[in-house]
């Protein structure tokens, strides 16, 4: 980790969530917001970007007071849940209603794409991401014989 990521729970008391803990913090408490954002960070010394996002993430969270909640998403729990949540780039910021993905956010961006997106994400009739439609393909393999 970064002192920039490690000091968003130190001075900001944003959680760290793993396998384990994810589903609980996905469940709002009484008066809580249901919409989260997760920080998958990557690892900082490989991905500049993190720390850029760690900077920014407070100030989201404050632009959109009692709107959102965080978390940082383990390191060591990142591989097994990123498909979960539809991230393919490191670093970035997962929208959730409770535990439903709502779009993803990667690397750093301008703070008003941030604020369009969020303000986009937040509304009551954003609908959930679902998994991405693969390309099928059917395979025929014929003898080469004919029948007659």
Known sequence: MSSLIDSLSSRHGIPTVD??????????????????????????????????VAVVLPELLAAFRGRLRAAV???????ALKARFHVQILPSLVVTRGPAPLGVLPRIRDWSDYVATLQ????????????????QVEFRHTNGRSGA
């Open 19 to 52: 396998g384990d803990s994810i589903d609980a913090f996905l469940a709002p408490a009484a008066a809580e917001p249901a919409h989260t954002l997760l920080f998958f960070t990557g690892d900082p010394a490989q991905r500049g970007e993190s720390n850029d």
């Open 73 to 79: 998403v383990a390191r060591a729990a990142e591989d």
């Open 120 to 135: 986009t994400l937040l509304a009551p009739a954003a609908p959930e991401m679902t998994a991405p439609v693969r390309p």
